[in-house]
């Protein structure tokens, strides 16, 4: 962040001094973690579900940090500290008067798919010829959005902020915050249905980030999903449409696929890309259509492609010791997630079996049912040798995939983690292709660990 001083940070966040702290001293960094705390340093005592970040207070001051806390905290520590109301609060509104600061140029990222895979793969294109700075991780949420915007600095161009929602509200919110210039929506699809309750409502969160734009900014809407390119109608800026359709104004095809990458024909250059998922052509075209936008010279971006690499748990490809390539796709999972990996894997180039792996999709409310039911039925029309189910959810998989014709030989569906790694034991063998997915909440990354027995296998990029 710009170096700040205390005496700034009080005015900022409207924090009072208890205690041995200098006005004049300087900060230039914050975080939530003591352990990641030191000199020159905010640390953010925040409350949590199973315990409150004072009680971390002075590991952080001994390190060397500045705490900041809220008042009833604070009441009872007899440390030096800057008090404050909410100390999210006085988090963001520090992110916030960091990103006024900066001549950094922010583009927003979101969407119910992809947003981490394109704000990932366009933060290493742009770092080829820019100074960038990205969000860390996932931090796309109410804490993660300003420790993001607290790292742009005096070296930064660009920033590339991920900018998730649980609820109505939150985008333009974290907008708040962030104040973007550019905005990149993904795609609009069920998720957090169990807080939106519709995906009108999610269609119409999203658009919060177009809304919020200025109006010499510019939006990149995925055409092909109606949805997304519906948008186009609230927004006030110049609006570029990136997509498959030769209607888009950045339109690119897959030319070839294959386990190594892809390669898209976009703007009259052909592209080499180092991901396998097909469904990755919409992280692609933005990606590309962002740095045409911006200016940046095609030898620069495919510089910045040959870079890329997946993110763990994001599509990516792990050869097991006894030859099984195995998709780690476990990051999370909503019904278009999973039908993207589904489609993925039924065209994956092998030999062998293609078997899938599935963990529960959470977070859907009363219509979870259906959208299991749904993703059986896809595996039943795909070319999928093999289906194990493992969750509260499994029998609907299941039901769907035998209401379509699927083979009942060609399923299994596992009460627990053992009963499935039995079932993969004697389904699998080498040469096949495993993909294995599911939401956060189910640790489908367990499977993988069972299956990739030696820890220090090469990992290949998958998407």
């Known amino acids: ?27 230039d960094r914050a975080v939530i973690d003591s352990r990641h705390a030191g000199s020159g340093c905010l640390f953010f005592a925040l409350p949590g579900t199973r315990t409150h970040g004072i009680r971390f207070a002075e590991t952080a001051r001994r390190r060397g940090a500045v705490v900041v806390a809220a008042s009833e905290a604070a009441a009872q520590e007899t440390g030096p500290v800057l008090v404050v109301d909410c100390p999210v609060q006085a988090l963001q509104k520090l992110a916030r008067a960091n990103r006024l600061r900066s001549d950094s140029r922010v583009i927003g990222i979101t969407g119910s798919v992809g947003k981490t895979t394109t704000r990932h793969m366009l933060s290493t294109v742009l770092s080829v010829s820019h100074g960038v700075i990205q969000s860390p991780a996932s931090y796309n949420n109410e804490l993660g959005v300003p420790l993001s915007v607290l790292l742009m600095d005096a070296q930064s161009e660009f920033a590339a902020v991920e900018l998730g929602a649980g609820r109505t509200g939150d985008i333009a919110a974290l907008c708040r915050i962030a104040v973007p210039e550019f905005g990149i929506v993904t795609r609009v699809a069920p998720a957090h249905l169990e807080t939106f309750r519709s995906v009108q409502a999610v269609a119409a969160t999203k658009a919060e980030l177009v809304v919020s734009l200025p109006r010499h900014g510019t939006v990149f809407l995925n055409s092909d999903d109606p949805a997304v390119a519906a948008m186009r109608s609230v927004s006030r800026c110049r609006t570029v449409t990136f997509g498959t359709s030769r209607d888009a104004d950045v339109c690119c095809r897959i030319r070839s696929a294959h386990d190594r990458g892809l390669t898209v024909q976009c703007s009259g250059v052909s592209w080499r890309i180092p991901v396998c998922g097909p469904h990755h052509l919409t992280s692609v075209a933005a990606v590309l259509a962002t740095a045409q936008e911006i200016g940046m010279s095609t030898g620069a971006v495919q510089e910045g492609l040959d870079r890329f690499q997946p993110l763990p748990g994001r599509h990516r490809l792990r050869q097991t010791a006894c030859g099984i390539r195995v998709i780690d796709d476990t990051y999370n999972a909503n019904p278009a997630s999973v039908q993207a990996a589904i489609e993925s894997l039924s065209r994956w180039p092998t030999s062998g079996q293609r078997i899938a792996v599935l963990g529960d999709m959470l977070e859907l409310g009363p219509q979870a049912g259906i959208f299991h039911r749904t993703v059986g039925r896809q595996l039943a029309a795909e070319r999928i040798d093999h289906t194990a189910v493992f969750g509260s959810f499994a029998a609907d998989v299941a039901a769907g995939y035998l209401s379509a014709g699927g083979p009942i030989d060609r399923i299994s569906v596992c009460d627990s983690l053992p009963v499935l790694l039995n079932v993969l034991s004697c389904v699998a063998t080498p040469g096949d292709v495993v993909l294995v997915k599911g939401s956060r909440g189910m640790a489908m990354e367990r499977v993988v660990q069972a299956l990739c027995d030696d820890p220090d296998t090469a990992e290949q990029q998958a998407a």
């Open 1 to 27: 962040m710009h170096p700040v001083s205390i005496r700034e940070v009080c005015r900022i966040t409207g924090a009072a001094i208890r205690g041995a702290v200098s006005p004049s001293g300087i900060v």
